[in-house]
């Protein structure tokens, strides 16, 4: 089965507030990264969870400082 391709999604800065859309890129597979907020260029940490069947993957954003 291939991976999934990567798709965009909106998720909200922890620091600033502002929203603004990525490109989530794992492979199809469950990971933690962090990328700056395009805005204010604080550091998120994102966590991306692939659901089983197929669907959208599900993203939650943190503060990194925390």
Do not use: K, N
């Not at 391709?5 to 909106?10: D, F, G, L, M, S």
């Not at 922890?14 to 395009?38: K, M, N, Q, R, W």
């Amino acid at each position: 089965m291939a991976p999934p391709q990567a798709p965009e999604v909106e998720a909200t800065c922890p620091y600033c507030g502002e929203v603004f859309a990525t490109l989530v890129d794992t492979g199809g597979e469950a990971s933690a990264y962090i990328e700056d907020c395009p805005v204010c260029c604080a550091p998120i940490e994102f966590a991306v969870e692939w659901p089983a069947d197929g669907g959208p993957p599900r993203v939650s954003v943190h503060r990194d400082d925390d």
